[in-house]
């Protein structure tokens, strides 16, 4: 009898022990993710200056 007791009780506390750890895994990622921050942009450098609006009229 005990060890048909056993046999039922060991799968679910194993249960309970995967799906407690996965609880405390969460827990501790989302605090490190808090902490980290987004790199800034950089900005782009252009090799050549901008074009001008609009032409010089031709004399």
């Known amino acids: 009898m005990a060890m048909m007791v056993l046999a ?11 799906l407690a750890l996965g609880r405390y895994e969460e ?3 989302s605090e490190q993710e808090d902490d ?5 942009a950089l ?6 200056p901008a ?4 032409p010089a009229p031709s004399p």
């Open 51 to 54: 074009p001008a609006g609009t």
């Open 27 to 29: 827990l501790m990622l």
């Open 8 to 18: 039922a009780l060991i799968p679910i506390l194993m249960l309970g022990v995967v």
């Open 36 to 40: 980290r921050r987004e790199p800034a």
């Open 43 to 48: 900005p782009v450098a252009t090799s050549s």
